[in-house]
């Protein structure tokens, strides 16, 4: 029971990531807006890869996907492929420094925003903007709070 316990704080986490991501913000803020469940999905992959995978992706991608309204299985596909890179180098991603583990999350946003990106071009027919790389930047340098305070609260709950 003890170990259900702890499991279900990573779903706590990530519950927490998707209504930060919907949260009501100013217009000029929230262009800024970090993805925070991708950040916080990308820790969970690499500090505990056997209980965050791609599934878990798909399915908070799913959710985000219904929530903000976009073509369904956009953000879910993004999600997915961004979890399958951390996962297939999560034993590397470890043993780089948070600066660089920062840079590293820096691109794999800019990946999925792509994406995000070449997918609704092609769906909706929206059309490229700088603006949408904001959230790249803003979520390379929230990454190490992310990462210490993630990993702070699974040494002191004992997650494994």
């Known amino acids: 029971m003890q170990n259900n316990w702890r499991f279900l704080w990573i779903h706590l986490t990530l519950l927490l990531a998707l209504l930060l991501a919907v949260m009501p913000l100013p217009a000029e803020v929230k262009l800024f807006r970090p993805d925070w469940p991708l950040l916080v999905l990308c820790y969970w992959v690499l500090a505990l890869p056997h209980r965050a995978s791609i599934g878990t992706a798909f399915i908070i991608g799913f959710l985000v996907d219904v929530m903000v309204g ?6 879910a596909f993004g999600y997915s492929v961004v979890t399958f890179i951390v996962a297939a180098n999560y034993l590397k991603i470890r043993n780089f420094s948070i600066l660089q583990q920062a ?17 609704s071009h092609f769906l909706t027919g929206v059309y490229f903007r700088a603006a949408y790389l904001w959230p790249v930047l803003t979520g390379m340098l929230v990454w190490p709070y ?5 990993r702070r609260m699974r040494r002191q709950l004992k997650i494994q």
Request: net charge neutral; no cysteine; hydrophobic share 80%.
């Open 70 to 75: 976009t073509v369904l299985g956009v953000n």
């Open 103 to 119: 840079l590293l999350i820096g691109m794999l946003l800019a990946l999925y925003h792509l994406l995000l990106f070449w997918l």
């Open 146 to 150: 992310v990462f210490l305070f993630l």
